[in-house]
């Protein structure tokens, strides 16, 4: 691990300007992610600006009948928190599906929607990996993909973003909140916020320099039925092979998203609209354009079967 220096912020506004005027700062919250990134320098900032101090930790009902969740609200205490038990229980599940119940216990929402892809070339810093260092090439692209995009990649990088609560906020729409330098705040639909691979994978979202995520708000409550559906190569603390979030309702039109599958949560609403149709028709839809690998090909006929799954289940 490199030599950094640390502070840890008391003002938000503060804590951007530490962020956005100094290169090579980074902000820390949980850590689960940047600590075990830092240890193998695959990150090597020089400077932390710990917000856990900013109170943004706190689950607030909204004027329009939905939830404010702080950034730095722990995924246990989301998963567990009555309202979202109720009446957004895909969210409760597709936290209490990623890693385990230690990480969860100090992994923040903003840092849980921050987390970088695991790509196995990523994390090696001998290997090509446009992600890590752009311009130098993939070398996953023609090497082992298994796990890797099939669908928003590029030539440039064939990653996926790992996470499970982004695919659930994603079916619910939710919006991410940002504060920036000159003390602007931002709202940014979750459609909006992940990139796809494009030319610079290594800009993984749709934050600038030294923003900071301030909450994460969640429209009204959708009804319907709640579904997280994740397919892994062993029953725990594994990233999703395929993953399905859906909200299904009593007429079994609804919400899908797939994880596992690509750089952002996927998610096509002319797909979802097919759900009466079935799975095979949905994951026609919305995987049209797929570039898929040797290795990962058969994620196109997991996600058909992840989601009839689902279907199943809302019909019982
Ligand atoms: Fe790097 Fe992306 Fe290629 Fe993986 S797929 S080696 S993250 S550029």
Redesign the pocket.
Known sequence: MRAFTYERATDPIAAVRAVAGRPGAKFIAGGTNLLDLMKIEVETPTHLVDVQDLGFDKIEATRDGGLRIGALVTNTTLAADERIRRDYAVLSRAILAGASGQLRNKASTAGNLLQR?R?P??YDIN??????QPGSG????G?Y?RQ?GIIGVSD????TFPGDMAVAMRVLDAVIETVDATGGTRSIPIADFHRL?GDH?EQDTALKAGELITAVTLPRPLGGKHFYEKVRDRASYAYALVSVAAVIQPDGTGRVAFGGVAPKPWRVEAAEALLPQGAAAVTEKAFTGATPTRDNAFKLPLATRALAAVIAQAKA
């Open positions: 892809t790509c070339y990523f290997m090509p990996c446009n992600k890590r993939c070398a996953a692209i090497g993909s890797l440039k990088c064939i990653a691979s994978p």
